[in-house]
């Protein structure tokens, strides 16, 4: 259904840990992995082996540099559908192809009745939609619905396929309408950010923010200096006497 | 945005048709004596045309045209649906019109009657289409109050062109000669107010929001996330340098404004020519058009298009 | 335990292990109708625990690429053209059965055998020293010998994967020079945990990407300079004696005596008693055996030895080195372009977070001389360095540097430092010997031990009478007495010049080496087609080479042995070769055929057994001639028995299983393994997990193990002997003395003390012609060079830019995606470059092995990897800058003959477009059409059965 549901309890989503991702692209191969065999899939390539490759991908890592000299960092920033609340891009659907789940708020595309007018894509600020040439409809994250309702799989494994690869526990999965959930939990503690929030999409997925870096930056930073032991004026014999008498 | 020639041609191709539909609608009672039923025909035949056409080209931009009939569904809150639904609605009316007008002849009220339904059905199909783009919070060049009457207005004066160059085919002085020009005029001032509000906007969307990391400090893409451009790339990432914009919005000026006014300024005072020129000035007009609206797209930048190119919108 | 979901025709799970790179993470392929559904990480692998990378979670595609060789192939056209005619496995075995027979009874130096990254070692070297050829290594030597040589020497283990951090207790850790490594996983894993913890990292790297990204504190280091940042971070140590005084006396030779009688035979050596025990000097002043538990020795002192002669203590010497203002942290912050405050601060960090910890495990442990311990007490700091390090010219001494550093803190597996991995820690250096000497090279005849091992002295090179080196690689010469694991990278040169002889035919193994594993490729490639002028012949007659794809090293050969896909094999991740163990626990591992073979090709180590059976190797046939393990590779895995009840793999070992690490084989090993997850593991005893050098219960259980030879204590060589050993040579003494063009190189990077030189290319040509480092790092989502056939990885890196420093590019005037010229002393590349912040502004660098030969791996020709990928080893020199005799030495380390890929020094410039690219190679026959689409798994949603 095109129109947006009243937002129910429960808002599946995921929250990605910025100061910890490397930027290995883990997430987004094995995204790409699991759903183009699955429910949401194939997700098409095109010339593959030729000049300009492409394909259609739920899941994309940015890199980005941020501020200058020893203040700047790196940071590594996947980005993929953050089940918005206020998902414009389901409600610009003219099929009811894209929408939002009321039980759990998770944004789908039923491929079955999509026309490919594209216009969704238009409509999400994140980029987070993909066209399948091939198939002719849109394609995008899933939340890996077709694992994290699987009764067939063991319980700690019913998690989103770029959750359970990421080689630094970089992302979490859980319900982020709970506020005693983990997820929830990480984003008062960590601050999590919403993207773009004057865009007034109001995303379920957050980012945690990469911690502060450089010299002052843990509780190492206060450790003591350390202060010679060689007794003025007495050089290496010096020193060696205190290391013998020590 | 990627300036997708299909959606162009279905933009401006059924702004003509239901350009001259609202007129058609207004004008219709001010005519004097019974309408002339070949100028009905040849006009409601070209704006037919130019609808259907658009209508079908409109169609090529889809993935899956066969399931097109799906668009209509969910009028309850997308604009393309409703835009779908009216559509429909107004090419119906149109077919009473052509039914009542040059086929039936049937009587003055009731064509000025089905004219009417059909004007203003057609008026809010073109308002619907400009909401699809209206709507769209992350293009700034499109969601801001000038983009409807930007449609509307250009779809007036095209109409307007376009009904004059039925009424010289067709040997038939419908429209006052002064409306077209007017409505050319004031498409004109109306897009130059869209220029100038858009030009001027300063987004609140930065990288700094789209990646939350903009309280750290400026923030540079480094690398991106394929080496290969993918679809949100080539759909929203479509570029177009200020100098080659500033080019181009001067052609569709002169072409989609400055053109048809001279011409139908020169027929009338070489009345030899008058004929000629409103032949044509509709269809130089638009050619312009048809730049203005490849700008319309060209112009627009998305800001998911930040996460590749930090200066993107 | 993964137990097997019970085999169905529709769907079913097959656990093997990952090969889409060397950090041999365990899988599971869910398979569907047979065909491959998705492949995930298999949560009860000990090495990545559930997780999988982007190449791994790639892996369907490379077992798919159209690059996949389908059959023999017998060259037609000149080398390096890449036409080819299929030929039969007969033919082919035929051809090299018969030309390596006629090597094998004339000359069997004739043949060299090398091979990349493959994890098949305890086979090759094994099959090596079978055939009688001391022509055998694999990448180590162009790879990171010196970390392997360098721990090796020092402490018995290394960096590398033979150890890994404490994880779970460490504090602070110091990270150099690693972009990726090859436990990628497992150390991305680590870094989490650290994370959590809320442990300090600092990376110290030129460059700010991947890890250096999420540190806590990025360092960017100039390139080469490593060795005196941590010579300065000793020095500031030693100078607060924030030093582990207890370790270094008990642990190490710190306190042993030296004898310092300049001139003498002995000078530098190690004072010993008639027995050879190493002595000390105590308090009292009175000399003594060392570790003698009634007395307690002194780091500092001058010893009077029995003899009359002078000795001190080694501590003294190194203190004696360190203190010296050449390493103050002002005078090095100029060459590292790291401030003195930032090294006074980390110096601090490090000695506080090493002995103000509270960390003391409540495990009470005994060690080597029978001391009881209640607890284990923690130095939480712990360490780790890559390629960043030993990938210059003077890695070995940096590495060195950094576990002197280590063995200062007492981190040395200690809690909360860097652990051991079993079979790790073996003795230091591990007494394993390279054979190979002239005498030990008879026809027909297999050598008398590996070709590969450890020297400790002139005594073990592998050298003739004149000097002249033995091997074709020059490994164990005077030109690199510790090349511990050859030096790859010079065999075609090598075998080119015919230096120090000519062979017959090259035989490699999964090594690019017309194209990114080779340094110099313009000369690499004109030498490998290269004829006599004399003659006509080329100037190497033959080259086999076997690889599963259409590399670019392919068009290069005479005769192609096309390998399976790791998916298609059995292959055996062995205790003998490079471990997957872990620091609780040790394991090795097995991968199985998931899906059948659809191509004429064959696992290459089932070919290598039938070769070896064929030409009758002693240990490849029975007495009677036959094949001894006709079932080929598995049955070699289960059945070859290295030393009595000692074979490839230590799981399920003994008829019934009964055994573990030793005992007879098991016919039904393999498939114990299969129902285990292809992987066995078992855990070291809990008070065994610490001070595994010196630790009682550890030395008996990995004696047990066959780890070990005997349950002696590792002790740590703060002061190298060995090394002394060739210095003494060089000077003149003992009966095998360097030719002279070496001694003074042997004299001076020999130093049994660790120290800093500056790397030699940037040593020979002065900064002023070439004033930029230029590195490159490993893309944690590509392989090398084998990624690119991959359509899903080509998609994410199909080409590379050239990372210049904002700065510097802006006062050059380059912009983002202008072209530039890079030039080297020995070429020039053209790049597109991009800017960025977090680099060394002397450096630029790129993501290796991206750039590919134009027609290789079955891309189209236009491929961006081809037009606009770049690879910096056009650049880089095999040679360094001749000497004033026109001498010239390897770019590579003077101790283990490391290639020194990162000491490369260029000059850039800004040019209007790149150079043309060289010429495409053609297309071996056979390889399948190129789709021009992919929907890769669309069918198994259609089917609508759940995966
Ligand atoms: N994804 C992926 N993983 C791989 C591989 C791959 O190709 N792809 N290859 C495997 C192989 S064969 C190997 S050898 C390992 C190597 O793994 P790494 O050791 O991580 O190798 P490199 O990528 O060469 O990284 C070297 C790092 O050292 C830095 N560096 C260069 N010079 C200096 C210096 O002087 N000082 C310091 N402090 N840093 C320096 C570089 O910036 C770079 O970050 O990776 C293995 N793992
Ligand atoms: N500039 C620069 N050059 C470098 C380095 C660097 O840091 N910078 N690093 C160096 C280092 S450390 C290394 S290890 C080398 C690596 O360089 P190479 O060892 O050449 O590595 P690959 O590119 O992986 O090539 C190995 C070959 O194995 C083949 N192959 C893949 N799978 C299989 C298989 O299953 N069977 C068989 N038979 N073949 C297979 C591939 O097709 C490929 O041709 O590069 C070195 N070169
Ligand atoms: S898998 Fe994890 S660490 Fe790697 S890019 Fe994705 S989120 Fe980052
Ligand atoms: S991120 Fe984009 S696609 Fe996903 S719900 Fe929000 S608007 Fe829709
Ligand atoms: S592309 Fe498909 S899902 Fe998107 S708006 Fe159009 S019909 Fe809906
Ligand atoms: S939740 Fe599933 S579909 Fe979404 S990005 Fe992660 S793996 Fe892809
Ligand atoms: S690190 Fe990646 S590619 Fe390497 S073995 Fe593990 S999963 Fe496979
Ligand atoms: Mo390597």
């Keep these: 259904m095109t129109t947006l549901p009243t937002p129910g309890a429960v808002r599946l989503g995921l929250v990605i840990d910025l100061d910890i991702c490397v930027g290995c692209h883990a997430c987004a191969v094995n995204c790409k992995e699991w759903n183009t065999g699955g429910n949401a899939g194939p997700l098409s390539d095109y010339q593959p082996y030729e000049a300009q490759p492409d394909g259609v991908w739920f899941n994309r890592v940015h890199s980005y540099e941020v501020g200058d000299g020893p203040a700047g960092q790196t940071v590594h920033f996947p980005r993929s559908c953050l089940h918005c609340d206020n998902a414009e891009c389901v409600t610009v659907c003219p099929t009811g192809a894209s929408l939002k789940r009321a039980e759990d708020g998770i944004v789908l595309i039923n491929e079955d009745v999509c026309i490919g007018c594209k216009l969704c894509s238009w409509a999400c600020p994140y980029g987070a939609r993909e066209f399948d040439e091939d198939v002719g409809v849109m394609r995008k994250c899933t939340l890996c619905v077709d694992r994290i309702y699987d009764e067939a799989r063991p319980e700690?494994?019913?998690?989103?396929?770029?959750?359970?690869?990421?080689?630094?526990?970089?992302?979490?999965?859980?319900?982020?309408?709970?506020?005693?959930?983990?997820?929830?939990?990480?984003?008062?503690?960590?601050?999590?950010?919403?993207?773009?929030?004057?865009?007034?999409?109001?995303?379920?997925?957050?980012?945690?923010?990469?911690?502060?870096?450089?010299?002052?930056?843990?509780?190492?930073?206060?450790?003591?200096?350390?202060?010679?032991?060689?007794?003025?004026?007495?050089?290496?014999?010096?020193?060696?006497?205190?290391?013998?008498?020590? | 945005m990627h300036p997708a020639l299909s959606v162009i041609l279905f933009t401006v191709a059924s702004g003509i048709g239901y350009g001259m539909l609202m007129l058609l609608a207004l004008f219709l009672p001010l005519a004097a004596g019974p309408a002339d039923r070949l100028f009905g025909a040849v006009s409601l035949g070209l704006a037919l045309a130019c609808i259907g056409g658009g209508l079908l080209s409109s169609t090529a931009h889809l993935g899956r045209p066969e399931r097109a009939w799906r668009a209509f569904t969910q009028w309850r809150s997308s604009w393309l649906s409703r835009e779908g639904v009216l559509a429909v609605l107004s090419l119906v009316a149109i077919a009473l019109l052509t039914l009542a007008w040059p086929i039936l002849a049937a009587p003055v009220e009731c064509i000025e009657m089905t004219a009417a339904i059909a004007g203003l059905l057609s008026a809010a199909t073109v308002a619907a289409t400009a909401m699809i783009y209206r709507s769209l919070k992350p293009i700034a060049r499109w969601h801001n109050r000038w983009t409807v009457p930007c449609y509307l207005t250009i779809a007036l004066a095209s109409g307007g062109l376009w009904l004059d160059w039925a009424g010289a085919a067709t040997g038939v002085d419908f429209l006052p000669r002064a409306v077209a020009p007017i409505l050319v005029l004031l498409a004109a001032v109306v897009k130059a107010l869209y220029w100038r509000h858009t030009d001027g906007l300063k987004s609140a969307t930065t990288i700094g929001t789209a990646t939350g990391l903009g309280a750290l400090g400026q923030v540079r893409p480094l690398d991106p996330p394929h080496t290969a451009a993918n679809y949100i790339m080539k759909e929203m990432g479509f570029r177009i340098a200020r100098k080659h914009a500033a080019k181009l919005r001067r052609i569709a000026g002169g072409l989609g404004v400055l053109a048809p006014l001279l011409l139908v300024i020169a027929g009338g005072m070489v009345p030899a020519l008058d004929r000629s020129a409103v032949l044509l000035a509709a269809p130089v007009a638009t050619i312009g058009v048809l730049v203005e609206r490849w700008l319309f797209f060209a112009e627009a930048q998305h800001v998911a298009m930040l996460y590749y190119k930090a200066d993107a919108v | 335990m993964t137990a097997e979901t019970e085999p169905t025709e529709e769907a079913r799970t097959v656990t093997t292990t990952c090969y889409m790179c060397a950090c041999r993470c365990g899988i599971r392929v869910h398979l569907q109708g047979g065909q491959i559904r998705y492949i995930d990480g298999n949560p009860d692998h000990p090495v990545n625990k559930g997780v999988l990378c982007a190449k791994g979670s790639a892996g369907v595609m490379q077992h798919l690429s159209p690059a996949r060789l389908t059959a023999p192939l017998?060259?037609?056209?000149?080398?390096?053209?890449?036409?080819?005619?299929?030929?039969?496995?007969?033919?082919?075995?035929?051809?090299?059965?018969?030309?390596?027979?006629?090597?094998?009874?004339?000359?069997?130096?004739?043949?060299?055998?090398?091979?990349?990254r493959d994890q098949s070692q305890a086979l090759t070297g094994w099959w090596a020293s079978q055939f009688g050829t001391p022509n055998y290594a694999a990448h180590g030597g162009f790879c990171s010998v010196n970390m392997a040589a360098a721990g090796l020497y020092t402490f018995g283990g290394s960096f590398w994967e033979f150890g890994e951090p404490d994880w779970e207790h460490s504090n602070y850790f110091l990270l150099f020079g690693v972009a990726e490594d090859h436990g990628s996983n497992p150390l991305k894993i680590g870094l989490s945990r650290l994370k959590a913890r809320g442990a300090k990292i600092v990376s110290i790297n030129p460059i700010r990407t991947g890890y250096s990204a999420i540190a806590d504190e990025w360092l960017g280091i100039r390139p080469g300079t490593d060795g005196l940042l941590v010579a300065s971070l000793i020095r500031e140590l030693l100078r607060a004696q924030a030093i582990d005084k207890d370790a270094l006396t008990q642990t190490s030779n710190a306190a042993w005596l030296v004898i310092d009688a300049p001139g003498a035979a002995d000078d530098g050596l190690i004072a010993r008693d008639e027995a050879g025990h190493p002595l000390t000097l105590d308090a009292a002043g009175k000399v003594g055996r060392a570790f003698d538990p009634d007395r307690t020795p002194v780091l500092g002192g001058t010893a009077t030895l029995a003899d009359g002669r002078r000795a001190v203590p080694s501590f003294q010497l190194m203190a004696a080195r360190f203190l010296d203002d050449r390493y103050d942290p002002e005078t090095v912050s100029a060459e590292t372009g790291i401030e003195a405050a930032t090294i006074r601060r980390i110096a601090a960090e490090l000695a506080a977070a090493a002995f103000s910890s509270q960390l003391e495990l409540p495990i009470p442990w005994t060690d080597w001389r029978g001391v009881r311990h209640e607890t284990m007490i923690g130095r939480p700091v712990s360490m780790h360095a890559m390629r960043g390090v030993s990938a210059h010219s003077n890695g070995f001494h940096t590495c060195r540097l950094i576990h002197l550093l280590q063995m200062l803190l007492g981190t040395i597996d200690a809690p909360g430092g860097f652990r051991y991995k079993p079979p790790y820690p073996k003795p230091a250096p591990p007494m394993v010997k390279p054979a190979g000497k002239p005498a030990g090279v008879v026809p027909n005849w297999p050598l008398t031990g590996p070709p590969l091992g450890f020297p400790t002295g002139p005594e073990d090179l592998l050298v003739e009478k004149?000097?002249?080196?033995?091997?074709?690689?020059?490994?164990?010469?005077?030109?690199?007495?510790?090349?511990?694991?050859?030096?790859?990278?010079?065999?075609?040169?090598?075998?080119?010049?015919?230096?120090?002889?000519?062979?017959?035919?090259?035989?490699?193994?999964?090594?690019?080496?017309s194209w990114n594993s080779s340094m110099a490729l313009g000369e690499t490639m004109r030498m490998l087609t290269d004829k006599d002028d004399a003659t006509g012949e080329h100037r190497i007659p033959f080259i086999v080479y076997s690889d599963a794809y259409a590399s670019e090293m392919v068009a290069y050969a005479d005769l192609v042995l096309p390998d399976t896909t790791y998916l298609e094999r059995h292959d055996c991740i062995s205790l003998l070769d490079r471990p997957i163990s872990d620091a609780d626990g040790a394991a090795d591992s097995i991968r199985r055929p998931v899906v059948p073979v659809e191509r004429d090709v064959r696992p290459f180590q089932d070919v290598l057994i039938e070769i070896g059976a064929r030409i009758g190797l002693p240990g490849l046939v029975r007495e009677d001639g036959s094949p001894r393990y006709p079932g080929l590779y598995p049955d070699y895995i289960v059945n070859h028995e290295r030393a009595p009840g000692q074979g490839l793999l230590a799981g399920w070992r003994g008829r019934d299983a009964e055994c573990e690490a030793l005992g007879p084989p098991n016919p039904n090993q393999l498939e114990a393994y299969m129902a285990n997850g292809c992987f066995w593991r078992t855990e070291i005893p809990s008070e065994a997990r610490y001070f595994k050098h010196v630790n009682q219960a550890y030395l008996d259980w990995a004696t047990g193990m066959g780890f070990i030879a005997r349950p002696e204590p590792v002790i740590h060589q703060l002061y190298t002997e060995s090394l002394q050993r060739f210095r003494l040579a060089a000077s003149g003494h003992g009966p095998i003395q360097p030719p002279d063009a070496h001694r003074q190189r042997i004299e001076t990077y020999f130093d049994p003390l660790p120290f800093w030189y500056p790397p030699f290319e940037a040593a020979a040509l002065g900064s002023l012609e070439f004033p930029l480092h230029a590195l490159t790092q490993r893309p944690m989502a590509m392989y090398h060079s084998w990624g690119s056939q991959n359509a899903w990885l080509r998609q994410i890196h199909g080409e590379n830019r050239l990372y210049v420093s904002r700065a510097r590019a802006e006062a050059q005037g380059i912009a983002d995606d202008d072209w530039v010229r890079l030039t080297s002393h020995h070429g020039t590349i053209t790049a597109q470059v991009r800017l960025m912040e977090g680099v060394n502004p002397d450096t630029v660098w790129t993501w290796n092995a991206i750039g590919k030969r134009s027609g290789a791996w079955n891309l189209a020709p236009d491929a961006a990897e081809a037009t606009r990928g770049f690879l910096m080893n056009h650049l880089i020199s095999d040679l360094l800058p001749p000497k004033a005799g026109g001498y010239r030495y390897a770019n590579a380390d003077p101790v283990t003959g490391q290639a020194a890929w990162y000491d490369l020094k260029v000059r850039m410039e800004k040019v209007a477009a790149p150079d043309a690219m060289l010429p495409a190679l053609g297309l071996p026959p056979g390889l399948a059409q190129r789709p021009g689409k992919l929907g890769y798994g669309g069918w198994f949603a259609k089917k609508k059965v759940p995966a």
């Design chain 3, 74 to 116: 017998k060259r037609v056209g000149p080398r390096g053209s890449g036409e080819f005619v299929t030929i039969s496995w007969d033919e082919a075995l035929e051809t090299v059965t018969e030309r390596l027979r006629h090597i094998r009874a004339t000359d069997p130096r004739r043949l060299a055998l090398y091979t990349g």
């Design chain 3, 466 to 513: 004149d000097g002249t080196p033995c091997r074709l690689d020059k490994a164990y010469s005077w030109e690199a007495p510790l090349a511990a694991h050859g030096l790859m990278h010079l065999v075609i040169r090598n075998a080119w010049a015919g230096d120090p002889y000519p062979i017959d035919t090259l035989f490699m193994f999964m090594a690019n080496m």
């Design chain 1, 156 to 246: 700690a494994e019913r998690v989103p396929a770029c959750v359970s690869t990421c080689p630094a526990s970089a992302r979490h999965f859980g319900d982020l309408g709970d506020p005693a959930s983990d997820v929830s939990r990480m984003v008062a503690d960590r601050e999590g950010m919403a993207l773009m929030p004057e865009l007034g999409y109001r995303p379920t997925n957050r980012y945690l923010p990469p911690r502060a870096k450089g010299s002052g930056c843990s509780a190492h930073a206060k450790s003591p200096a350390l202060e010679p032991v060689m007794p003025e004026g007495t050089g290496f014999l010096g020193w060696l006497d205190r290391l013998l008498s020590a």
